[in-house]
C-alpha cells in the first residue's frame, strides 16, 4: 500500500479551511488542519514534520510568518507553502531568510493548488511568483 503524503493545513478561515481539506482528502492526501498559528504549532509538534505545510499568514493567535519560524527551528528541511491574500514585501523577506519561497496567492483554483502541491513534494521546480 502506498503512504499518501500528509499535510498541515493552517488557515483561520473556517469554510475555505474546510473545502481545501476536503478537496485534498479525495485527491488522496492526509490532512492535519489547524484553525490558528498557535494550533498550528502545536499539530506541528505533536504530529510532523509532514511532507508540506500550507500555511496562511493572516491568522490569529501567532501569525504565519511565527509559525514558519518556529517549524524552521525545529526541522530547517520541513516543506512549506504560504497560501495567503497577503503577501506583503516584509514577509516575503522574512520568510525567504527561513528558506521559503513559494507563494500562492488567493484566491486560487484547487487545480492549481494541486500541482503546486504535488511539485513541492516531489521537489520539482516552482514558479515562486505570484
Given at each position: 500500500m502506498e503512504r499518501r503524503a500528509t499535510l498541515l493545513l493552517v488557515e483561520d478561515e473556517t469554510?475555505?479551511?474546510g473545502l481545501v481539506s476536503q478537496f485534498l482528502r479525495h485527491e488522496g492526501y492526509q490532512v492535519e488542519e489547524?484553525?490558528?498559528g498557535g494550533?498550528?504549532?502545536?499539530?506541528?509538534?505533536?504530529?510532523g514534520?509532514?511532507?508540506?505545510?500550507?500555511?496562511?499568514?493572516?491568522?490569529?493567535?501567532?501569525?504565519?510568518?511565527?509559525?514558519?519560524?518556529?517549524?524552521k527551528s525545529r526541522c530547517?528541511?520541513?516543506k512549506?507553502?504560504?497560501?495567503?491574500?497577503?503577501?506583503?514585501?516584509?514577509?516575503?523577506?522574512?520568510?525567504?531568510?527561513?528558506?521559503?519561497d513559494h507563494f500562492l496567492t488567493k484566491p486560487y483554483h484547487p487545480e492549481e493548488l494541486l500541482d503546486r502541491i504535488r511539485?513541492?513534494?516531489?521537489?520539482?521546480?516552482?514558479?515562486?511568483?505570484r
Open positions: 469554510v475555505l479551511r489547524a484553525e490558528d494550533e498550528g504549532v502545536h499539530r506541528y509538534l505533536e504530529k514534520p509532514f511532507d508540506l505545510l500550507l500555511v496562511d499568514l493572516n491568522l490569529p493567535v501567532l501569525s504565519g510568518v511565527e509559525v514558519c519560524r518556529r517549524v530547517p528541511s520541513q512549506v507553502m504560504i497560501c495567503s491574500a497577503a503577501i506583503v514585501t516584509e514577509h516575503e523577506e522574512a520568510l525567504h531568510r527561513l528558506g521559503i511539485r513541492e513534494i516531489q521537489g520539482e521546480p516552482v514558479v515562486t511568483w
